[in-house]
C-alpha cells in the first residue's frame, strides 16, 4: 500500500511538471511567434519607406500577408496541439489524485489505473480545470499581428 502511494506521488509530481512546461511552451510558442512576426516585417518595410515604388510596395504586402498569415496557422496548430496535450495531463492528474486519495481512505485503489499500458483516457473524459485562460493569450496576439497587417496596408496603400 505504502509503495503503491509513493509510486502514485512521483506520477503526480511528473505530471504537474509536464503541466506547468506545457504551459510554458504556450507562452514561449506566442511570444516568439510574435516577435518574429514584427521583426519580419520590420526587416522587410524598413527599405520600402523610403522608396515607393508601386510594383515593389504591392508585392511586399503580398509577402507580408502571406507570412502573417503562414505564422497564425502554425501559431493556432501549435497552441491546439498543446492544448490537446494539456488536456491529458490534467485528466491523467487528476485521475492519479483520485486514486491517492482512495488509498489514503484505504479503499480499493482501481488496480487497472497503475497498469502502464493501459490507456488512462477516455475520449468523453473532461478535465475539471480546462486550462480556457490561456486563450486570452493567444487571441490578443493574433489580433495584433492581424491589426499590423491591416495597418500595413492601410498605410501603404497610396503607393499602389
Do not use: C
Not at 505530471?15 to 514584427?38: G, M, P, Q
Amino acid at each position: 500500500m505504502e509503495t503503491k502511494a509513493k509510486l502514485i506521488m512521483n506520477a503526480i509530481k511528473l505530471d504537474r511538471s509536464e503541466i506547468r512546461l506545457t504551459r510554458e511552451r504556450i507562452y514561449t510558442t506566442v511570444s516568439y511567434i510574435a516577435a518574429a512576426s514584427f521583426a519580419i516585417t520590420a526587416f522587410l518595410v524598413g527599405p520600402q519607406l523610403t522608396e515607393r515604388d508601386a510594383l515593389k510596395v504591392a508585392s511586399l504586402l503580398v509577402l507580408l500577408a502571406i507570412i502573417d498569415i503562414s505564422l497564425l496557422t502554425v501559431l493556432w496548430g501549435l497552441f491546439f496541439r498543446y492544448m490537446a496535450d494539456l488536456r491529458g495531463g490534467q485528466i491523467i492528474l487528476e485521475k492519479r489524485e483520485r486514486m491517492l486519495y482512495e488509498l489514503q481512505l484505504n479503499q480499493k485503489a482501481d488496480e487497472p489505473a497503475l497498469d502502464i499500458f493501459r490507456a488512462l483516457i477516455d475520449p468523453k473524459d473532461r478535465p475539471k480545470i480546462a486550462h480556457n485562460e490561456l486563450y486570452w493569450v493567444v487571441i490578443p496576439v493574433s489580433f495584433a499581428m492581424l491589426f499590423k497587417l491591416l495597418a500595413l496596408f492601410w498605410m501603404l496603400r497610396a503607393t499602389w
